[in-house]
């Protein structure tokens, strides 16, 4: 499993984790963090400093009744002395510790090494197992303690790095990337602080402690732009009110055991619910002997659950055994059938979890153990002590202190399983006093949220992750813009990162103006410099063969590129290409500007006569193919009265003849192929998303729609 900061103790971390660490600013200087007094000063400190946050944040939950749906918000206290970074299996230099301190360290490489050394925080992991909710939850205490206290610096990461960029990606600095950015981002007095490279492309990794170093100096110095600071905060607002919307309760009929506990720990729902979802055939065995919550006295109480939580329990399939005792009342499509079939679901999560405790301190033998011992053994935790001696076993204990302090930060369902016995112990269960309450319970909340349409997934995706779209779901489209944008989407640069644009929206009327200038005058430019080039018709005069091998060489390489795109702009603009220089003209007509400019005359001549000559056959085509088949299936352009008649004049033969409207045609068989491919990936949809288009698979195409399309809009 990967370590972070090299942490092997951790052994149980996951991917599923989000880990935090807050610096608070110090009162003890750099040099005296090293001696015996100072490190009891640092460590007051961060005592003092992680006190204070653990009440903001059990306050901050309890307003919420916030549940978490595997690990709680934990902190602990780092010194980061040589010793700790031993003990927690911290890669760390042995050479300042040991005997090795024979061969001391020059002064440049001591401050390296001070300067790489992470300061003393506070440091805590919690996995979120199925939940995302809860990652977020934790970033948005953390923004409550850097407003509640000022002087300290926030820095949290997962699995996938610095995942708060992740989430303001769209609007992030150019320089910004995963590669330039890892450890540069930390939260500070409220807001989210990035520090910049310098130079921006590189890649340079900056320390944790200078990075600290400098917002504490100048906290508004490093602060992001409005626009990401709005998308973390959206992704927080969830959060902002009192009122929970992410739970659901309902009404569950529970062994009197299981609902005694859950009055008492709610928060325990939480752990039966994953242990019954994740059960294998060994707790099953558990489950079909129910010795710690037999089913036969049941009660009604309302029960608790995270949204997620519900939705997991209530797609887990179980069928219970009336041999154990569990019987059903009512139809599977009643409410009693519910309520007793959930609460054999939780009551079995919470026997297996019985049937799983062990306390960690208890075995001492464990492979764990015997790991961990190996390691601080092969780190020279020990140092020279012979087994067996005082010191070494002074150091041994400080160990095992340390890696049982570490076990039991996470909630393994060992440890939660030992907390319910020893409730069912220390517990009186009152029978009369559960049953009155069966009166009073407040109803079940509707579970209508578990189903969702097609099109509700569409928008909700749409919302979360879909970009800014120039298209919206209903909103009206005119088909020649739609093909004109995707001939322009056509002539983007595209990279392995994706297609290259100037914005995130596409441009407007001002916009696309002001690149048709920009167009122009580079054509402009491009006519000077070809006529007042002499050193080019110098190079051609000498090397004309090199020139023409050169030319074909690049276009071989651009060949396959290009082939795609002239393809379907050829069909959006319904042109057959031709090569716009004179076929005649070679490259002796750069020796002189007259000829040149006699070259682009006749270029424009030929031009016209050409687009007459296609026009022509188009026109002819559409008419003998009117009648058609072919014909019939497209949608036509309306033509007026007198058109009509000229038409009529002119072909006899054929009634009412309308051109073909390519632009229409063109976006009704893409919405076509949208909608058939039902919310699923695939060429349109990967086609409009690049665009930053989207479109909407409720709409039908009936034939007023197909009417009002042939006009403007989708």
Not at 1 to 25: Q, S, T, W
Not at 470 to 476: C, M, Q, T
Not at 517 to 527: H, M, P, Q, T, V
Not at 530 to 549: D, E
Request: proline residues 4%; charged residues 30%.
């Amino acid at each position: 499993m990967d370590k972070i900061f090299g942490a092997n103790l951790e052994f149980v971390r996951e991917d599923d984790y989000v880990e935090y660490f807050i610096f608070p600013k110090l009162d003890v200087g750099q040099q005296e963090q090293q001696q015996s007094d100072g490190i009891a000063a640092v460590r007051k400190q961060l005592e003092d400093t992680r006190t204070k946050c653990l009440d903001l944040v059990d306050r901050l939950t309890k307003e919420r009744n916030y549940i978490w749906h595997k690990d709680e918000f934990e902190l602990r206290v780092r010194t980061c002395t040589p010793q700790e970074l031993l003990l927690n299996d911290e890669s760390t230099s042995l050479s300042t510790t040991t005997k090795e301190q024979s061969v001391p360290l020059s002064k440049n490489q001591q401050g390296q090494q001070q300067k790489d050394q992470v300061p003393p925080h506070l440091h805590g992991v919690t996995h979120y197992g199925d939940n995302i909710a809860d990652e977020w939850f934790i970033v948005y205490l953390l923004t409550k303690l850097s407003q509640e206290f000022p002087t300290i610096v926030v820095r949290v990461i997962d699995a996938d790095g610095e995942f708060l960029l992740i989430e303001a990606a769209d609007v992030l600095p150019k320089w910004a990337n995963p590669d330039t950015c890892e450890q540069r981002v930390y939260i500070c007095q409220g807001y989210m602080n990035l520090i910049q490279n310098s130079p921006a492309n590189t890649t340079k990794l900056l320390s944790v402690s200078e990075a600290v170093e400098k917002i504490q100096n100048n906290s508004t110095l490093y602060k992001v732009s409005p626009e990401i600071q709005d998308c973390i905060e959206q992704r927080m607002k969830e959060f902002q009110s009192t009122e929970n919307a992410a739970l659901h309760h309902q009404i569950v009929r529970l062994p009197l055991g299981v609902a005694m506990l859950l009055k008492k720990k709610p928060s325990l729902i939480s752990a039966a619910v994953r242990s019954f979802c994740d059960r294998d055939p060994i707790d099953m065995k558990a489950c079909r002997s129910m010795r710690y919550f037999p089913p036969e006295q049941r009660v009604r109480t309302n029960v608790c659950f995270t949204k997620c939580l519900y939705a997991m329990i209530m797609h887990s399939s179980y069928l219970p055994d009336r041999n154990i005792g569990w019987n059903l009342t009512g139809n599977p499509s009643s409410e009693e059938y519910k309520e007793d079939l959930l609460g054999i679901k939780v009551a079995c999560g919470f026997e297996i979890l019985a049937s799983q405790a062990k306390d960690p301190n208890s075995d001492e033998k464990s492979a764990a153990w015997k790991a961990y011992v190996r390691s601080l053994q092969a780190k020279g935790y020990f140092k020279d002590n012979i087994e067996g001696s005082l010191e070494y076993q002074r150091l041994l204990q400080e160990a095992k202190s340390y890696f049982n302090d570490n076990q039991t930060r996470f909630r393994t369902a060992p440890l939660v399983g030992k907390d319910i016995l020893e409730l069912l112990r220390s517990t009186e269960i009152n029978a009369e006093e559960l049953r009155d309450e069966e009166n009073n319970l407040r109803p079940s909340d509707s579970d209508d949220w578990l189903n969702i349409s097609a099109e509700q997934l569409d928008a909700l995706l749409l919302d979360r992750y879909g970009p800014k779209t120039l298209y919206k779901a209903n909103g009206d489209i005119k088909a020649e813009e739609f093909t004109k944008n995707i001939s322009q989407f056509l002539e983007k640069e595209s990279t392995f990162e994706g297609v290259e644009r100037d914005s995130d929206d596409y441009s407007t009327g001002e916009e696309e103006k002001h690149a048709e200038d920009e167009k122009r005058k580079k054509s402009e430019a491009f006519k000077a410099k070809v006529k007042k080039n002499h050193s080019m018709r110098q190079a051609v005069r000498k090397n004309p063969v090199n020139l023409n091998k050169s030319n074909a060489s690049n276009a071989t390489n651009s060949e396959h590129e290009e082939s795609f795109t002239t393809q379907v702009k050829s069909f959006l603009d319904f042109v057959i290409p031709e090569d716009k220089w004179d076929s005649n003209s070679e490259m002796s007509d750069y020796e002189d500007e007259e000829d040149m400019e006699r070259n682009f005359a006749a270029m424009h001549d030929t031009d016209k006569h050409i687009d007459a000559d296609i026009k022509a056959y188009m026109d002819q085509m559409d008419r003998e193919l009117a009648n058609t088949t072919i014909g019939k299936s497209f949608d036509k352009t309306k033509t007026n009265t007198k058109a009509k008649l000229a038409t009529a004049e002119e072909f006899d033969d054929i009634e009412d003849f309308e051109p073909i409207n390519i632009n229409v045609n063109t976006l009704k068989n893409m919405m076509e192929s949208y909608k058939s491919q039902v919310g699923a990936s695939g060429p349109v949809s990967n086609l409009l998303s690049a665009m930053g288009a989207g479109m909407s698979t409720s709409a039908s195409l009936s034939q007023e729609e197909t009417d009002d399309l042939k006009e403007s809009s989708v």
